[in-house]
């Protein structure tokens, strides 16, 4: 069975982590993004995979390449302009000719895939997807049901939803080939407010799995933190690329600890970090490959990005440093989301830093 990643979209509210990757490869517990999904897929015996791509395509075609690494067979399909999540798949009618998985590329789930498609075939359904539930339905498409549980309609993004807990598409998808006809070919189009709801409206077409999972759509820095948090809390079947050392401590290879140094759980600390004497690490910290805790710096609650050096004495609470950042000694940064800012001064990254409040 074949899967397509969407990995096409621009995303613009991660700012500033996203300013020099797609959100696809952003980082999470130093692995990009997708690199999460091909291994669900993967794992689910998923053998080949397309990824639709658009914004800095080559990006990721650098890193995945043919996919042989992650044991799957990767293709890509370049749109020179976004297409829309269904005018992407659209656009793969002559490659695809049997059941596929759709996933957006910018969610982190744990969606039993093989029982999907179990259900998918039960259902006899052209698409079935993921629902799930949601206590900010007004980011995302919002599932309707009839009294029998039968999928009514959508509606996109709606504008408030009085706090109510709303059923919303989990962005996983089983489709059968023929939907793609359903599609005009090199037309725009999105599956959320162009196909599912002319689908819904159709009758029968649609099912909806509504399993037990973990999802998170990674849109904005509030839900970037909040899916380390919830991986580091065990919530989401999702592999950390690292050695559980026990009592929620997480050390990638070749991780130097000062033994005057303290790390306080949970925390992760990626491949080659260094943390030097009296530093400190606590507070659900998730620290990037080949980072450095300088001499008595405090790291407490914040994703530190690979690369950065976090200079001695200095304190940094509640934020999001980009990669390649540098925080100068001594400086104080909190509750702010950071630019990389590498040979700034202390001053600077703090005047970077306030652009943006997390
Ligand atoms: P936000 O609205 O900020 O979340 O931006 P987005 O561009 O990521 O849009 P959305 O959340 O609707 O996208 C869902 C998934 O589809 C993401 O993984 C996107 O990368 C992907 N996607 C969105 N638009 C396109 C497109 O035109 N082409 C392709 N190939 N993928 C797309």
Redesign the pocket.
Known sequence: MKAVI????????LHPIDSDVP??MLPVFDRPLIEHTIIQLSRHGIREVVV???YRARDIVGYFGDGARWGVKIRY?V?SR????A??LGLLRDIIDETFVVV???VVQDIDITRMITEHKAAQARITFAIARSETPEQYGVVKLDDSGAIAGFVEKPRSSDGAVESVSA?VYIMEPDVLASVSYGV?A?L?TDLLPRMAANGGELAGSVQEFYWR?I?DLVSYRAAHKDILAGKAIIEIPATHIGEGIWLGDNVTVHPSAELIPPVFLGKNVTVRPGAVVRGGSIIGENTLIDDSATVANSIIGQGTWVGAGSEIDNCVIAGGSSVSSESVVRDYACLAAAQSPGAAAREIASEVRV
């Open positions: 969407l990995a096409g979209g621009t995303g613009n509210r959100k696809a639709a791509l658009s399909s749109e976004p297409m829309g999540t005018g992407a957006n590329g910018d962005g725009a999105n959320e759509d849109a």
